[in-house]
């Protein structure tokens, strides 16, 4: 019998599993998809995750994200290193951008380490391999929650699972870390309890991205996810002279479909003058779409009284937002490392733990997630009229827009100004947490109002829709 039964080996399960392990617990992750190759080489070739449906589309580990791993997890980082991960700090680079350059600013604390989702995953497998406590079993599903005596009255309390295989795994908790395509609520629903309720919020967006490698990596000359009006592209740095591009749009943009087609996405992103390098470099496979129509949040505790006892989710199987950002993997490391630092102390009293983990995920995790999605709340809409040739939908400006407007823009004249954006955009701090300073807002509100609007030069829609014919 395992003290903590893991669902899902990705890297918050994984990240999960080994901080649990190094409080004492002996723990168990069960992973549905096969096992890492044994060369990290192969990883990307010849591994398969069919449960991650992202799997080879670009990633990006925010600082905060690194900042994590280097606190709590520093097996991993070393890791990190092995596979080829490269040293990466966007915000410094922006920072030569600026009209002064960084002025004295130190940008030192945004550094991360980048490479392909394969090799990511291949990092935290050694790590987790390498952790006393933790066993990692590869093309397992568990496919029934058992149930023992109540520890709520009414509340079904999860003992452990049944797999596919048809073995049963004890636990005194069991954490569902299995993504947004979780199985977990109707496991749920078959041990009796109840659905945990639903937040959707249908902002989405679809991606087509395109692999390059070369000699170099192309030189930074505008932002690394750049606004061009109805689109936004978005060009990452990667191990071994790798790079990507990526187109993404609304979801509902039938002519946007037109870039799966390489030649045709290529005449896009060579209409932005800061892009259009980009995309120099030989292409390598094919130009990969995805598309995520929703940001999900799961309420597994209603009024106080959980759904189920003995199991909680962390990650994406909680909450997951659209993949604009490139947040989804810094958040998730984030919610899993704070839930096994708060409810390891209570896996022998169900009902706190339920709470601790419902306090914790509301506290912290929830919060990211909000700014995550208020920024699809204002792109999303820009998109939309820019794409029916509407006028601006937020005119009279909603206050809130305005600020993160004027925030957006300034980052790009003033280096305090873009320190301050790339805590936010690097998860290291909320919004609400910079603009609580003394006088941030004031500096902001200034820079915006003393330089022109800032936009990344391209195609308006019509000349869009030229390109895309």
Known sequence: MADVVVLGAGPTGLATAMMLANQGLETMVLERDEAPPEDPEKAWE???????????????????????????????????EKVGAIPFNVAERLSALLPGGPAGVDFSRFGTLICRRPFIDHAFASAARATPGVEVRYGTAATELMTGPEAIGGVPHVTGVRTDTGEAHSARLVVDAAGRFTQLPSLLEAAGARRPEEHGIEIGFAYSSQYYQGPETPEFRGD?????????????????????????????????????????????????????????????????????????????????????????????????????????????????????????????????????WD???????????????????????????????????????????????????????????LHWFAEVSSCIALPAEVFARPEAAERVLEVAGSNPPYRAPGPDRHELEGLLA
């Open 359 to 417: 306090e914790t995920t509301r506290s912290k995790a929830a919060p990211w997630h909000a700014a995550t999605v208020d920024f699809d709340r204002i792109r999303g809409p820009e998109i939309e009229a820019s794409r029916r040739g509407e006028p601006d939908p937020f005119d009279p400006p909603d206050r809130d827009v305005a600020m993160f407007r004027a925030f957006a823009s300034a980052s790009h004249y003033d280096p305090q100004v």
């Open 46 to 80: 010849t591994w398969e995750r069919r449960g991650v449906m992202q799997f080879r589309q670009p990633h990006l580990l925010q600082a905060g994200g690194y900042a994590l791993l280097d606190e709590h997890l520093p097996s991993v980082i070393a890791q990190l």
């Open 224 to 356: 690394l996810l750049a606004p061009v009006g109805s689109i936004s592209v978005l060009t990452v740095p990667s191990d071994r002279d790798w790079w990507s591009v990526t187109l993404y749009h609304s979801w509902g943009d039938k002519a946007m479909r037109r870039v799966r087609d390489r030649e045709v996405f290529e005449r896009v992103v060579r209409s932005m003058p800061l892009h259009a390098h980009w995309v120099d470099g030989e292409p390598l496979g094919e130009v990969l779409p995805v598309a995520s129509p929703a940001n999900l949040t799961r309420e597994f505790v209603v009024d106080g009284r959980p759904c189920v006892t003995g199991v909680v989710p962390v990650g994406d199987a909680w909450g997951f937002t659209n993949p604009s950002l490139g947040r989804g993997l810094t958040l998730g490391l984030r919610h899993g490392i704070d839930v096994a630092l708060r409810v390891a102390a209570h896996l022998d009293d169900p009902a706190r733990l339920a709470t601790e």
